[in-house]
């Protein structure tokens, strides 16, 4: 049975917003590093922002995201999101939430134990 479940992707045009959730079960999400990554078709999966599991719940982006995107969790609901403003065509890929128990530097996929299946984002007019 699935750990973690992405939803929220869609098609937006260029300038839209979408907010992805990663839905977690069976482990407290609070407890672990979370990140979300893309992936285009042909290209190498990326770090697009991670949030680390300290209390001060320190938080980092790509570069090509940032002021644009906030990832954030809710413990209570044991589910972390991403906000996406301002879509560029280039943030068109599959994207995934990871989690891992203690992992730095957090935007690189390696090193992380669970992943979701992955939600499709497409900006397009």
């Known amino acids: 049975q699935p750990r973690l479940v992405e939803s929220g992707g869609g098609l937006v045009q260029p300038g839209g917003s979408l907010r992805l959730s990663c839905a977690a079960s069976?482990?407290?999400?609070?407890?672990?590093?979370i990140g979300w990554f893309r992936q285009a078709p042909g290209k190498e999966r990326e770090g697009v922002a991670c949030i680390l599991s300290s209390s001060e719940a320190s938080t980092s982006y790509a570069d090509s995201v940032k002021g644009r995107f906030t990832i954030s969790r809710d413990n209570a609901k044991n589910t972390a999101y991403l906000q996406m403003n301002s879509l560029k065509p280039e943030d068109t890929a599959v994207y995934y939430c990871?989690?891992?128990?203690?992992?730095?530097?957090?935007?690189?996929?390696?090193?992380?134990?669970?992943w979701g299946q992955g939600t499709q984002v497409t900006v397009s007019s």
């Open positions: 990871a989690v891992v128990g203690n992992f730095e530097p957090c935007l690189n996929p390696a090193g992380y134990d669970e």
């Open positions: 069976g482990f407290p999400l609070y407890h672990y590093t």
